[in-house]
């Protein structure tokens, strides 16, 4: 493994989906954006890895009065197949695993 594999994603082909984000969770992205060298599309990304790598599929409780908005991402194509798998697995839709992978990468 050399230090660029500990630090970058490799290429993969990348699918376009709209998918709905709890507004408080993205607000904290955009958050993090500022303080790392990133955009909100890595973020969303490597939180979906580490959630397949864990599987701590874990629902949380959000906010009766939470907003959710729809926003346009570019997800890994293998990530996006085991997120399907997670799906079946645990009968959660995708949103919902996606927005359980930002919760878990922000409170990590």
């Not at 979906?48 to 907003?67: D, F, G, Q």
């Amino acid at each position: 493994m050399s230090v660029f594999d500990r630090y970058l994603l490799k290429k993969d082909k990348l699918l376009r989906r709209r998918i709905e984000i709890d507004n408080s969770l993205y607000e904290k992205l955009i958050d993090l954006v500022d303080e790392y060298d990133t955009s909100i599309n890595k973020l969303v990304n490597i939180a979906i890895l580490e959630l397949i790598n864990t599987e701590n599929v874990k629902i949380y409780e959000r906010p009766a009065n939470e907003i959710v908005e729809a926003h346009n991402f570019a997800i890994r194509e293998t990530s996006y197949l085991k997120l399907d798998e997670l799906k079946n697995k645990y009968g959660i839709s995708i949103y919902r695993l996606v927005n359980i992978a930002i919760y878990n990468a922000l409170n990590s």
